[in-house]
């Protein structure tokens, strides 16, 4: 659970004849990652072996199905098909109704387009006919004169037009669609036409060329759009058609797809692999846990043929990455991916994280109201993108999240939408409401912690150093254990930085002491009274005083040993790192700093809004339900966003920069995960 | 009372220019992160951290003026 899974180097050796046939057997047991092979520069005898021969057959249908699925805009990836089919059928398939598809397809792809270009044809001429069509003049009539200019298009202002024509020149004819446009056709004798011209451009005017052809535009136009209603019937019917043909190729695509992407990726598998004229070798890495598995089958399936040699790796190897989990931390392995993939040698945090990040993004908002909401708001997110892996794990998180709000609101805080259940004394502000009061019953579930008082401020405080500390040190006890084989430098480092930790936590623990103080005085009685007030409160405690601030012993003795240690070990460059600690620690305030943001926040929308509702005027009333409401929705979603980033950010910089080092490679096994076909 | 009045101003400075200063160095690295995660989604994780390096200031600001709070 804490490391992936342990992979074995191994080398398969074997005679070309029996290829195909071990390429068969690792492709049905999906568990063995190739490594690429890379010929020693030495060795002449070794080569980058060549794709077996079917591969350019096997490619070239792929490409066919491939260009039928996209003609058919057939996404072939998670469909529901009927049953799956074997692969022997499919194979008849293909070898059958490959060509006709194709055929099919293409013909009616083809038949679409000209039926949509012609269609387009005509719309373009009738878009250009259609202004003449209502002056009713034979487009012949309007060109051919050797003494008269025509002028046709739109004009703005028609009525200076026709008043100022006839002051220019008796000699012309003006034309008007008498629609709302304004179209004119205006012939007019040539030596007047400069004048005519700066006229209509007076007139705001924009030409229509004039279209080619013959004959009345009205006629043409009706006899198009005849042909038009007629292209678009054939047209439905062509999609009609494609949509049928979709229909029926769609189970057969699917399941042929699969079947070729499969025959392809094992006839070019040997490209992997490293060949000599007669033998093939195959590196790979095989999870140690199924090597015995592996072998066996190897052995029974091929008699032996095969020679199976594990190879102790060496550091410069990268195995791939193969985390193993329970399913529901498994969900967290996207958050970890999200920033980077555990290398081999790594821990794999998902465990940690399924639990701290849920824990830390509950804290922050601490409420059970906003618990509940969340919680129904990760249902919904989860069957709303069902589709999407990435989408559902969010989802998933929200709901734990929202799990441990909830409890955090109801033991801790006490409190449901930024509103407590009761007081328990007279509150800071001036006009406190609880749920208690707004009720009129009494609700006994005290706030532990007041988020909206100075104290219950300082107690979030403490607790968030305390938490800081705690997954700070998990950080770095893990760091050590990772490096202690691989840098002893960095791994003692670590443990003076734990040093320099535990210092550091203690002072402030010292600090708060009145805080820390209250909550282990139920502790007094039982059986670590002597070991807590006897030993270790008066050890801590003892300390010098610096300017009023008491220094312990116990933090200037773990706090000068650690950092000569870095210093010895990483010289003066090591303080920055002392530095990089004290401000990782402080950094966990903000899990106190959302907390109490996002209350005050709800603090004062509340009084804002129940002050409305509560002000007898029931139309005020009703704005401050929506009021309230809208506000509580905006804290809520305010509260959700910056807690959920700021408790991955708190994992991401201050907890992994301690151990964690990613850019793992994924492990890939050959072979595939069939959805449409079966060997059976 | 006076002596509270000042305390409070520089509370208020300390949280506020602290802020100030975060937003600052935000409105760089988020311009740079959303950029990169555009050219290469899995940036994103890593454009994050950048993102949300700064925010540690303004928790410095915000202890600062818990403590000078607490001395009211």
């Known amino acids: ?680 | 009372m006076a002596d509270a009045g000042i305390i409070a101003i520089g509370a208020g400075v300390a949280i506020g220019s602290a802020a100030l200063a975060t937003a600052w160095a935000q409105k760089t690295i988020g311009a740079a992160a959303v950029g990169a995660a555009a050219e290469n989604e899995k940036m994103f994780g890593k454009g994050l951290i950048y993102m949300v390096l700064p925010e540690t200031i303004v928790l410095f600001g915000l202890v600062i003026a818990f403590l000078l709070w607490t001395k009211m």
Not at chain 1, 365 to 380: A, E, H, R, S, T
Not at chain 1, 411 to 429: I, K, N, S, V
Not at chain 1, 585 to 612: D, E, H
């Open chain 1, 1 to 680: 659970m804490f490391k992936p899974q342990e992979m074995t180097r191994t080398l398969l050796l074997g005679a070309k004849q029996d290829l195909e046939h071990t390429i068969e057997l690792l492709h049905s047991l999906d568990i063995v990652h190739i490594i690429d092979f890379k010929a020693p520069d030495a060795d002449q005898t070794l080569h980058l072996g060549a794709p077996t021969i079917k591969a350019s057959g096997v490619s070239q249908h792929l490409l066919k199905v491939r260009s039928s699925a996209q003609l058919l805009q057939l996404n072939t990836e998670n469909q529901k098909i009927s049953q799956k089919h074997s692969e022997k059928q499919v194979q008849q398939d293909i070898a059958l109704q490959i060509q006709d598809m194709e055929q099919n397809i293409q013909s009616l792809m083809e038949a679409k387009t000209r039926l949509e270009e012609h269609f387009r044809k005509l719309d373009e001429r009738i878009r250009q006919l259609e202004p003449f069509a209502s002056m009713d003049i034979p487009l012949e009539d309007y060109q051919g004169y050797g003494h008269l200019l025509v002028f046709t298009g739109y004009v703005r202002d028609l009525k200076k037009l026709t008043d100022t024509l006839p002051t220019l020149t008796p000699d012309y004819e003006l034309f008007t669609s008498g629609a709302e446009d304004q179209m004119i056709g205006l012939f007019i004798v040539k030596h007047h036409g400069e004048d005519a011209h700066k006229l209509l451009n007076d007139c705001g005017f924009t030409e229509v060329k004039l279209p080619e052809g013959t004959g009345l535009p009205k006629q043409f136009i009706e006899k198009w759009t005849e042909q038009k209603k007629e292209l678009s019937e054939k047209l439905l019917q062509t999609t009609k058609d494609i949509l049928e043909c979709r229909k029926r190729y769609a189970e057969f695509i699917f399941a042929s797809e699969e079947y070729l992407t499969i025959e392809v990726q094992k006839a070019e598998a040997p490209v992997l692999f490293g060949t000599t004229e007669h033998s093939f070798l195959i590196d790979c890495w095989i999870p140690t846990q199924q090597l015995p598995h592996v072998t066996e089958t190897i052995e029974k399936e091929l008699n032996g043929a095969l020679y199976i040699q594990q190879v102790t790796s060496t550091h410069d190897d990268e195995p791939p990455t193969l985390l193993k989990n329970p399913k529901p931390v498994r969900r967290f392995e996207y958050l970890l991916e999200l920033y980077s993939l555990p290398n081999y040698r790594d821990i794999d945090p998902s465990f940690l994280l399924s639990f701290i990040f849920p824990l830390f993004f509950g804290l922050m908002i601490g409420d059970i109201g906003y618990g509940i909401l969340l919680i129904l708001f990760g249902v919904l997110f989860m069957k709303l993108f069902k589709e999407s892996e990435g989408f559902t794990n969010i989802g998933w998180y929200i709901i734990i999240a929202g799990i441990f709000s909830s409890i955090f609101g109801l033991f801790l805080f006490g409190d449901m939408f930024g509103l407590p259940f009761m007081l328990t004394h007279a509150a800071e502000g001036e006009a406190a409401y609880s749920w208690s009061s707004l009720l009129g019953i009494h609700i006994p579930i005290p706030s532990i912690i007041h988020k909206m008082e100075s104290l219950g401020m300082t107690q979030l405080l403490v607790i968030s150093i305390i938490a800081g500390s705690l997954h700070l040190g998990l950080g770095l006890l893990i760091g050590f254990f990772v490096e202690r084989k691989h840098n002893k430098k960095h791994a003692i480092t670590k443990i003076g930085l734990l040093m320099v930790l535990i210092a550091l936590a203690l002072l402030i623990f010292v600090m708060a002491d009145w805080t820390i103080g209250q909550w282990i005085k139920p502790l007094r009685g039982t059986a670590v009274e002597p070991l807590l007030w006897g030993t270790l409160i008066p050890l801590v405690k003892s300390g010098i005083s610096l300017g009023g601030l008491i220094v312990p012993y116990i933090t200037l003795v773990f706090g000068i040993l650690g950092i000569l240690i870095i210093m010895v070990v990483a010289g003066g460059f090591g303080l920055v790192e002392v530095l990089e600690i004290t401000s990782h620690l402080m950094s966990y305030t903000r899990l106190a700093a959302i907390c109490v943001a996002k209350a005050a926040m709800a603090f004062a929308f509340n009084m804002i809004g129940l002050g409305l509702i509560l002000s007898g005027n029931i139309l005020i009333g009703i704005l401050g339900v929506i009021l309230l409401i809208f506000m509580q929705l905006m804290v809520f979603a305010l509260g959700a966003l910056s807690s959920g980033i700021q408790a991955v950010r708190l994992h991401y910089v201050e907890f992994f920069m301690k151990f964690y080092k990613g850019e793992g490679l994924r492990f890939n096994p050959f072979g595939y995960k069939r959805k449409y076909t079966s060997t059976e």
